[in-house]
């Protein structure tokens, strides 16, 4: 069984960065596609970004050129790296495989506000 636990959220302001961590265990994490999602209140959860095993990436177009998803498959790590950070960025962001599992770790909470 998998497990994901992310962390690294907080506040920021707008035009600020945050870095957040996805750590993942038991599973051969290196053979999958890997994304993170968010999910703002009151709306569905997306998918932000996407990493496959050989580091190929796709974005969502609301974070193109300000978000950057990367892994390292050594230590089960994937991160996301973001900049320029706007307040319709507010969410819960979630790392997860691509398609995603049934299972999903706690988030970390991402708050862009002045």
């Known amino acids: 069984q998998v497990q994901l636990v992310e962390s690294g959220g907080g506040l920021a302001q707008p035009g600020g960065s945050l870095s957040l961590s996805c750590a993942a265990s038991?599973?051969?994490?290196?053979?999958?596609?890997m994304a993170w999602y968010r999910q703002a209140p009151g709306k569905p959860r997306e998918l932000v970004a996407r990493?496959?095993?050989?580091?190929?990436?796709n974005y969502a177009d609301s974070v193109k050129g300000r978000f950057t998803i990367s892994r390292d498959n050594a230590k089960n790590m994937m991160y996301l790296q973001m900049n320029s950070l706007k307040p319709e960025d507010t969410a819960i962001y979630y790392c997860?495989?691509?398609?995603?599992?049934?299972?999903w770790g706690q988030g970390t909470q991402v708050t862009v506000a002045s």
């Open positions: 997860n495989r691509d398609p995603s599992m049934d299972s």
């Open positions: 038991g599973s051969i994490f290196s053979r999958y596609p």
């Open positions: 990493i496959s095993p050989l580091r190929n990436t």
